[in-house]
């Protein structure tokens, strides 16, 4: 079993950044966030895997990034240019089939975080 910790939520105004950072218990091949607006499904914002290949969602391309600790199995998401359609609980994933990784289907990922909100105000 493999926890994941998030961390770095929190309220901002639009055009402002925050950063996420995620701490895996143990190397799994794909990490990645996903968030969940009230009444909406859960969806992929980034995926990252250990053969080297990331997919950002279209709605983030060029204001998300990610980084990682590869030391410390930990990731991170800096989020730029935040605008209020961003607001939302967002989650870590994780899993350790590149099977599972390369859908970047929610329910196919087996490890999640608890989950941290960020909140974007206009």
């Known amino acids: 079993q493999v926890q994941l910790v998030e961390s770095g939520g929190g309220s901002v105004q639009a055009g402002g950044s925050l950063r996420l950072s995620c701490a895996a218990s143990?190397?799994?091949?794909?990490m990645g966030w996903f968030r969940q607006a009230p009444g909406k499904e859960r969806e992929v914002v980034v995926i990252?895997?250990?053969?080297?290949?990331?997919y950002y969602a279209d709605s983030v391309q060029g204001r998300f990034s990610i980084s990682q600790d590869s030391a410390k199995n930990t990731l991170f998401l800096q989020m730029n240019s935040l605008k209020p359609e961003d607001t939302a609980m967002y989650y870590c994933?994780?899993?350790?089939?590149?099977?599972?990784?390369?859908?970047?289907?929610?329910?196919?990922?087996?490890?999640w975080g608890l989950g941290t909100q960020v909140t974007v105000s206009s």
């Open positions: 994933a994780a899993d350790p089939l590149a099977l599972n990784c390369a859908t970047h289907i929610a329910d196919r990922l087996r490890y």
């Open positions: 990252t895997t250990g053969g080297g290949s990331t």
């Open positions: 143990a190397y799994t091949y794909c």
